[in-house]
């Protein structure tokens, strides 16, 4: 019904010859096409550039800041939130032409571009930077999203946009709910958004603050902000209902690099409070993805598949299998599993498949409490975020390579794991010696190395908590949630109280299936995992974490503290094609 819904509000605008229909998906019934064969390692590793700040959209009231005759007042929702350091950003969803390999013809994309610059050869967004760490208001980022994507166009994918910053923490009607979108009145319970024409643009008020800064609802401090609740991998997408895998997979995902005090990116920081990670040049976002291309360069996609789309083809920054040029010193690699259904794990490896260490320091919740040294692979579902430290000073060789091992041939789950992968990005050693590093990783707090320090949740909140339990099934070939169809948007599945403290328990049921489960708003602490200690990596006091992977049968206990913003906001699968088949639930986070 939430689809017929979106048909009558949205779809009906478009000319009916141009509506997504089964019939217009060319390859629906044949097998999948081998991609043309590529050479891997002889493109370089992209790095999409930052967005550049745009001039302010709005003039504050009260005769706040540059007054510019002509520019509207902000919405009331977002007047709080602005200030004269609130950073501006434009960014354009459009079509274009993208070289995702010399092999390949290119390919007809969906994909962001930084509105100040007039091209973006680029296969992924431009990288939304920010700074967390201003408790005031104000300081925060402003993004308009515009949608340019043509209203007439062939093959998948709708041009209809709603953008998730995924793991930020926001109004809900900045958080890309699946059917507020762009253009169109919302129909649910969204307030009315900001002007936006059919195919016009909507502002995003990320506000940068720390949970529990305030009570946005009445204006009144807390007192009791959580400053160690700072992201510093984010990414966005589109999220529209029911087509969130063709959008994405067409193109549209982009990365956001956030800093703060702690954090500042500066690895020659002399603030000692800095902890000088490997920053610059040596801060590298990852974005890792799979397609498969018809022999025209165009991507193949079959919409009839909601398993979840696999592809032949491995791609780094919009990139296939790409090299980078590294010196021998330390680098942070932050990895994005974008990929629509496959999982990856990665192994640091050289020519002859030996193995070495990496040190994890942080996943989407941001720095670890404490770094984990020698990790020796990790694996990565859809939406999560892992972020390692190499340090190349001493590796044995020149040339070496992030492998995935992880076999996966369909979108249910992947096969295991091989002694040999693919090798999806080549690290080049380069230039003489050793070469200047004043990064470290972690600093010593006299007992032992931290990154971003954390107390666990304490015992007498748990005991609080109120407890939930939602089982991921499938029936009759459709998802289910509790047992219930999952999929119903106009009401929420669970309404938790704001600031209450929450212990969901997340199981799959569905047998042979994976599902990478995102919640929306608020950072995730994992208690338990198939009701044991979960490993470091995202175990509460050493993690916290937005995308929480059931592997077949598990089971995990997450407690969740929904601050400052009422719903609706949405919980959901990962795995695109089972999220476009409605494996979502909504949730409101609502007062007493
Ligand atoms: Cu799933």
Redesign the pocket.
């Known amino acids: 019904m939430i689809r017929m819904g979106l048909v009558g509000a949205g779809y009906a605008l478009l000319p009916s010859d141009e509506r997504w229909s089964p019939e217009r998906s060319a390859f629906a019934d044949s097998e999948p096409p081998t991609s043309p064969s590529t050479t891997p390692f002889v493109r370089p590793l992209p790095r999409p550039p930052k967005a550049q700040k745009v001039p302010p959209f709005y003039n504050l009231p009260n005769g706040v800041g540059p007054q510019v005759p002509g520019l509207p007042p902000p919405s009331d929702e977002h007047a709080q939130f602005l200030g004269p350091e609130t950073r501006y950003f434009h960014v354009v969803a459009e079509e274009r032409l993208h070289s995702f390999d010399p092999k390949i013809p290119d390919t007809l994309i969906w994909g962001y571009r930084d509105a100040t610059v007039g091209a973006w050869p680029y296969g992924v967004g431009p990288i939304l930077g920010g700074r967390f760490g201003f408790t005031a208001l104000g300081a925060g980022m402003m993004v308009r999203h515009e949608n340019q994507l043509p209203a007439y166009h062939t093959g998948f994918g709708v041009p209809i946009t709603t953008v998730h910053f995924h793991g930020g923490h926001q109004l809900a009607t900045s958080d890309g709910f699946p059917t507020n979108i762009n253009g169109f009145p919302d129909f649910l319970t969204m307030p009315p958004s900001r002007p936006s024409s059919a195919f016009g643009y909507f502002d995003h008020c990320f506000p940068l603050t720390d949970p529990g800064f305030m009570d946005y609802y009445t204006g009144k401090s807390t007192k009791r902000p959580d400053v160690s609740e700072r992201p510093s991998t984010l990414w966005y997408h589109d999220h529209l209902l029911g087509f969130t895998a063709q959008n994405v997979y067409r193109g549209l995902a982009g990365v956001a690099m956030m800093f703060d005090d702690l954090d500042t990116g500066v690895e020659e920081d002399p603030d000692t409070e800095a902890l000088r990670l490997p920053s610059g040049l040596f801060d590298i976002p990852l974005v890792i993805q799979d397609k498969r291309f018809n022999r025209d360069g165009s991507p193949w996609f079959d919409t009839f598949d909601h398993d979840?789309f696999i592809g032949d083809k491995f791609l780094v920054n919009g990139a296939v299998q790409p090299y980078l040029e590294v010196q021998r010193r330390k680098y942070r690699f932050r990895f994005l599993n974008a990929s629509n259904a496959r999982i990856y794990q990665f192994f640091l490896t050289d020519d002859l498949r030996h193995t070495f260490s990496m040190t994890q320091i942080a996943t989407e919740g941001g720095l670890l409490a404490e770094p984990i040294p020698n990790v020796q692979s990790f694996q990565i579902g859809m939406a999560e975020r892992i972020e390692v430290v190499i340090d190349f000073t001493n590796l044995p060789g020149e040339t070496f390579y992030m492998e995935n091992r992880l076999q996966q041939t369909e979108g249910r789950k992947p096969d295991g794991l091989a002694s040999r992968g693919t090798r999806i990005l080549q690290f080049k050693v380069t230039g003489p010696g050793v070469a200047v590093d004043n990064s470290r990783v972690g600093k010593w707090d006299g007992s032992k190395v931290v990154l971003r320090s954390f107390d666990p949740i304490k015992t007498e909140v748990l005991q609080k908590a109120v407890r939930r339990t939602f089982v991921?099934d499938r029936s009759d070939g459709a998802w289910t949630i509790n047992g219930k169809l999952a999929g119903d948007l106009e009401r929420p599945m669970a309404s938790p109280l704001r600031d209450g403290p929450e212990i969901w328990r997340l199981v799959n049921d569905s047998g042979g299936?994976?599902?990478?489960v995102h919640v929306h708003s608020e950072f995730g602490r994992v208690l338990k995992r198939n009701g044991r200690i979960p490993p470091a990596g995202e175990r509460d006091g050493m993690a916290k974490k937005d995308t929480y992977l059931l592997r077949g049968d598990e089971s995990v206990e997450v407690f969740f503290q929904f601050r400052d913003y009422k719903g609706p906001f949405t919980f959901h699968?990962?795995?695109l094609g089972?999220?476009d088949m409605d494996?979502m639930a909504r949730f409101d986070v609502v007062d007493a």
């Open positions: 979840g991921f299936w994976w599902h990478p699968c990962h795995n089972h999220e494996m």
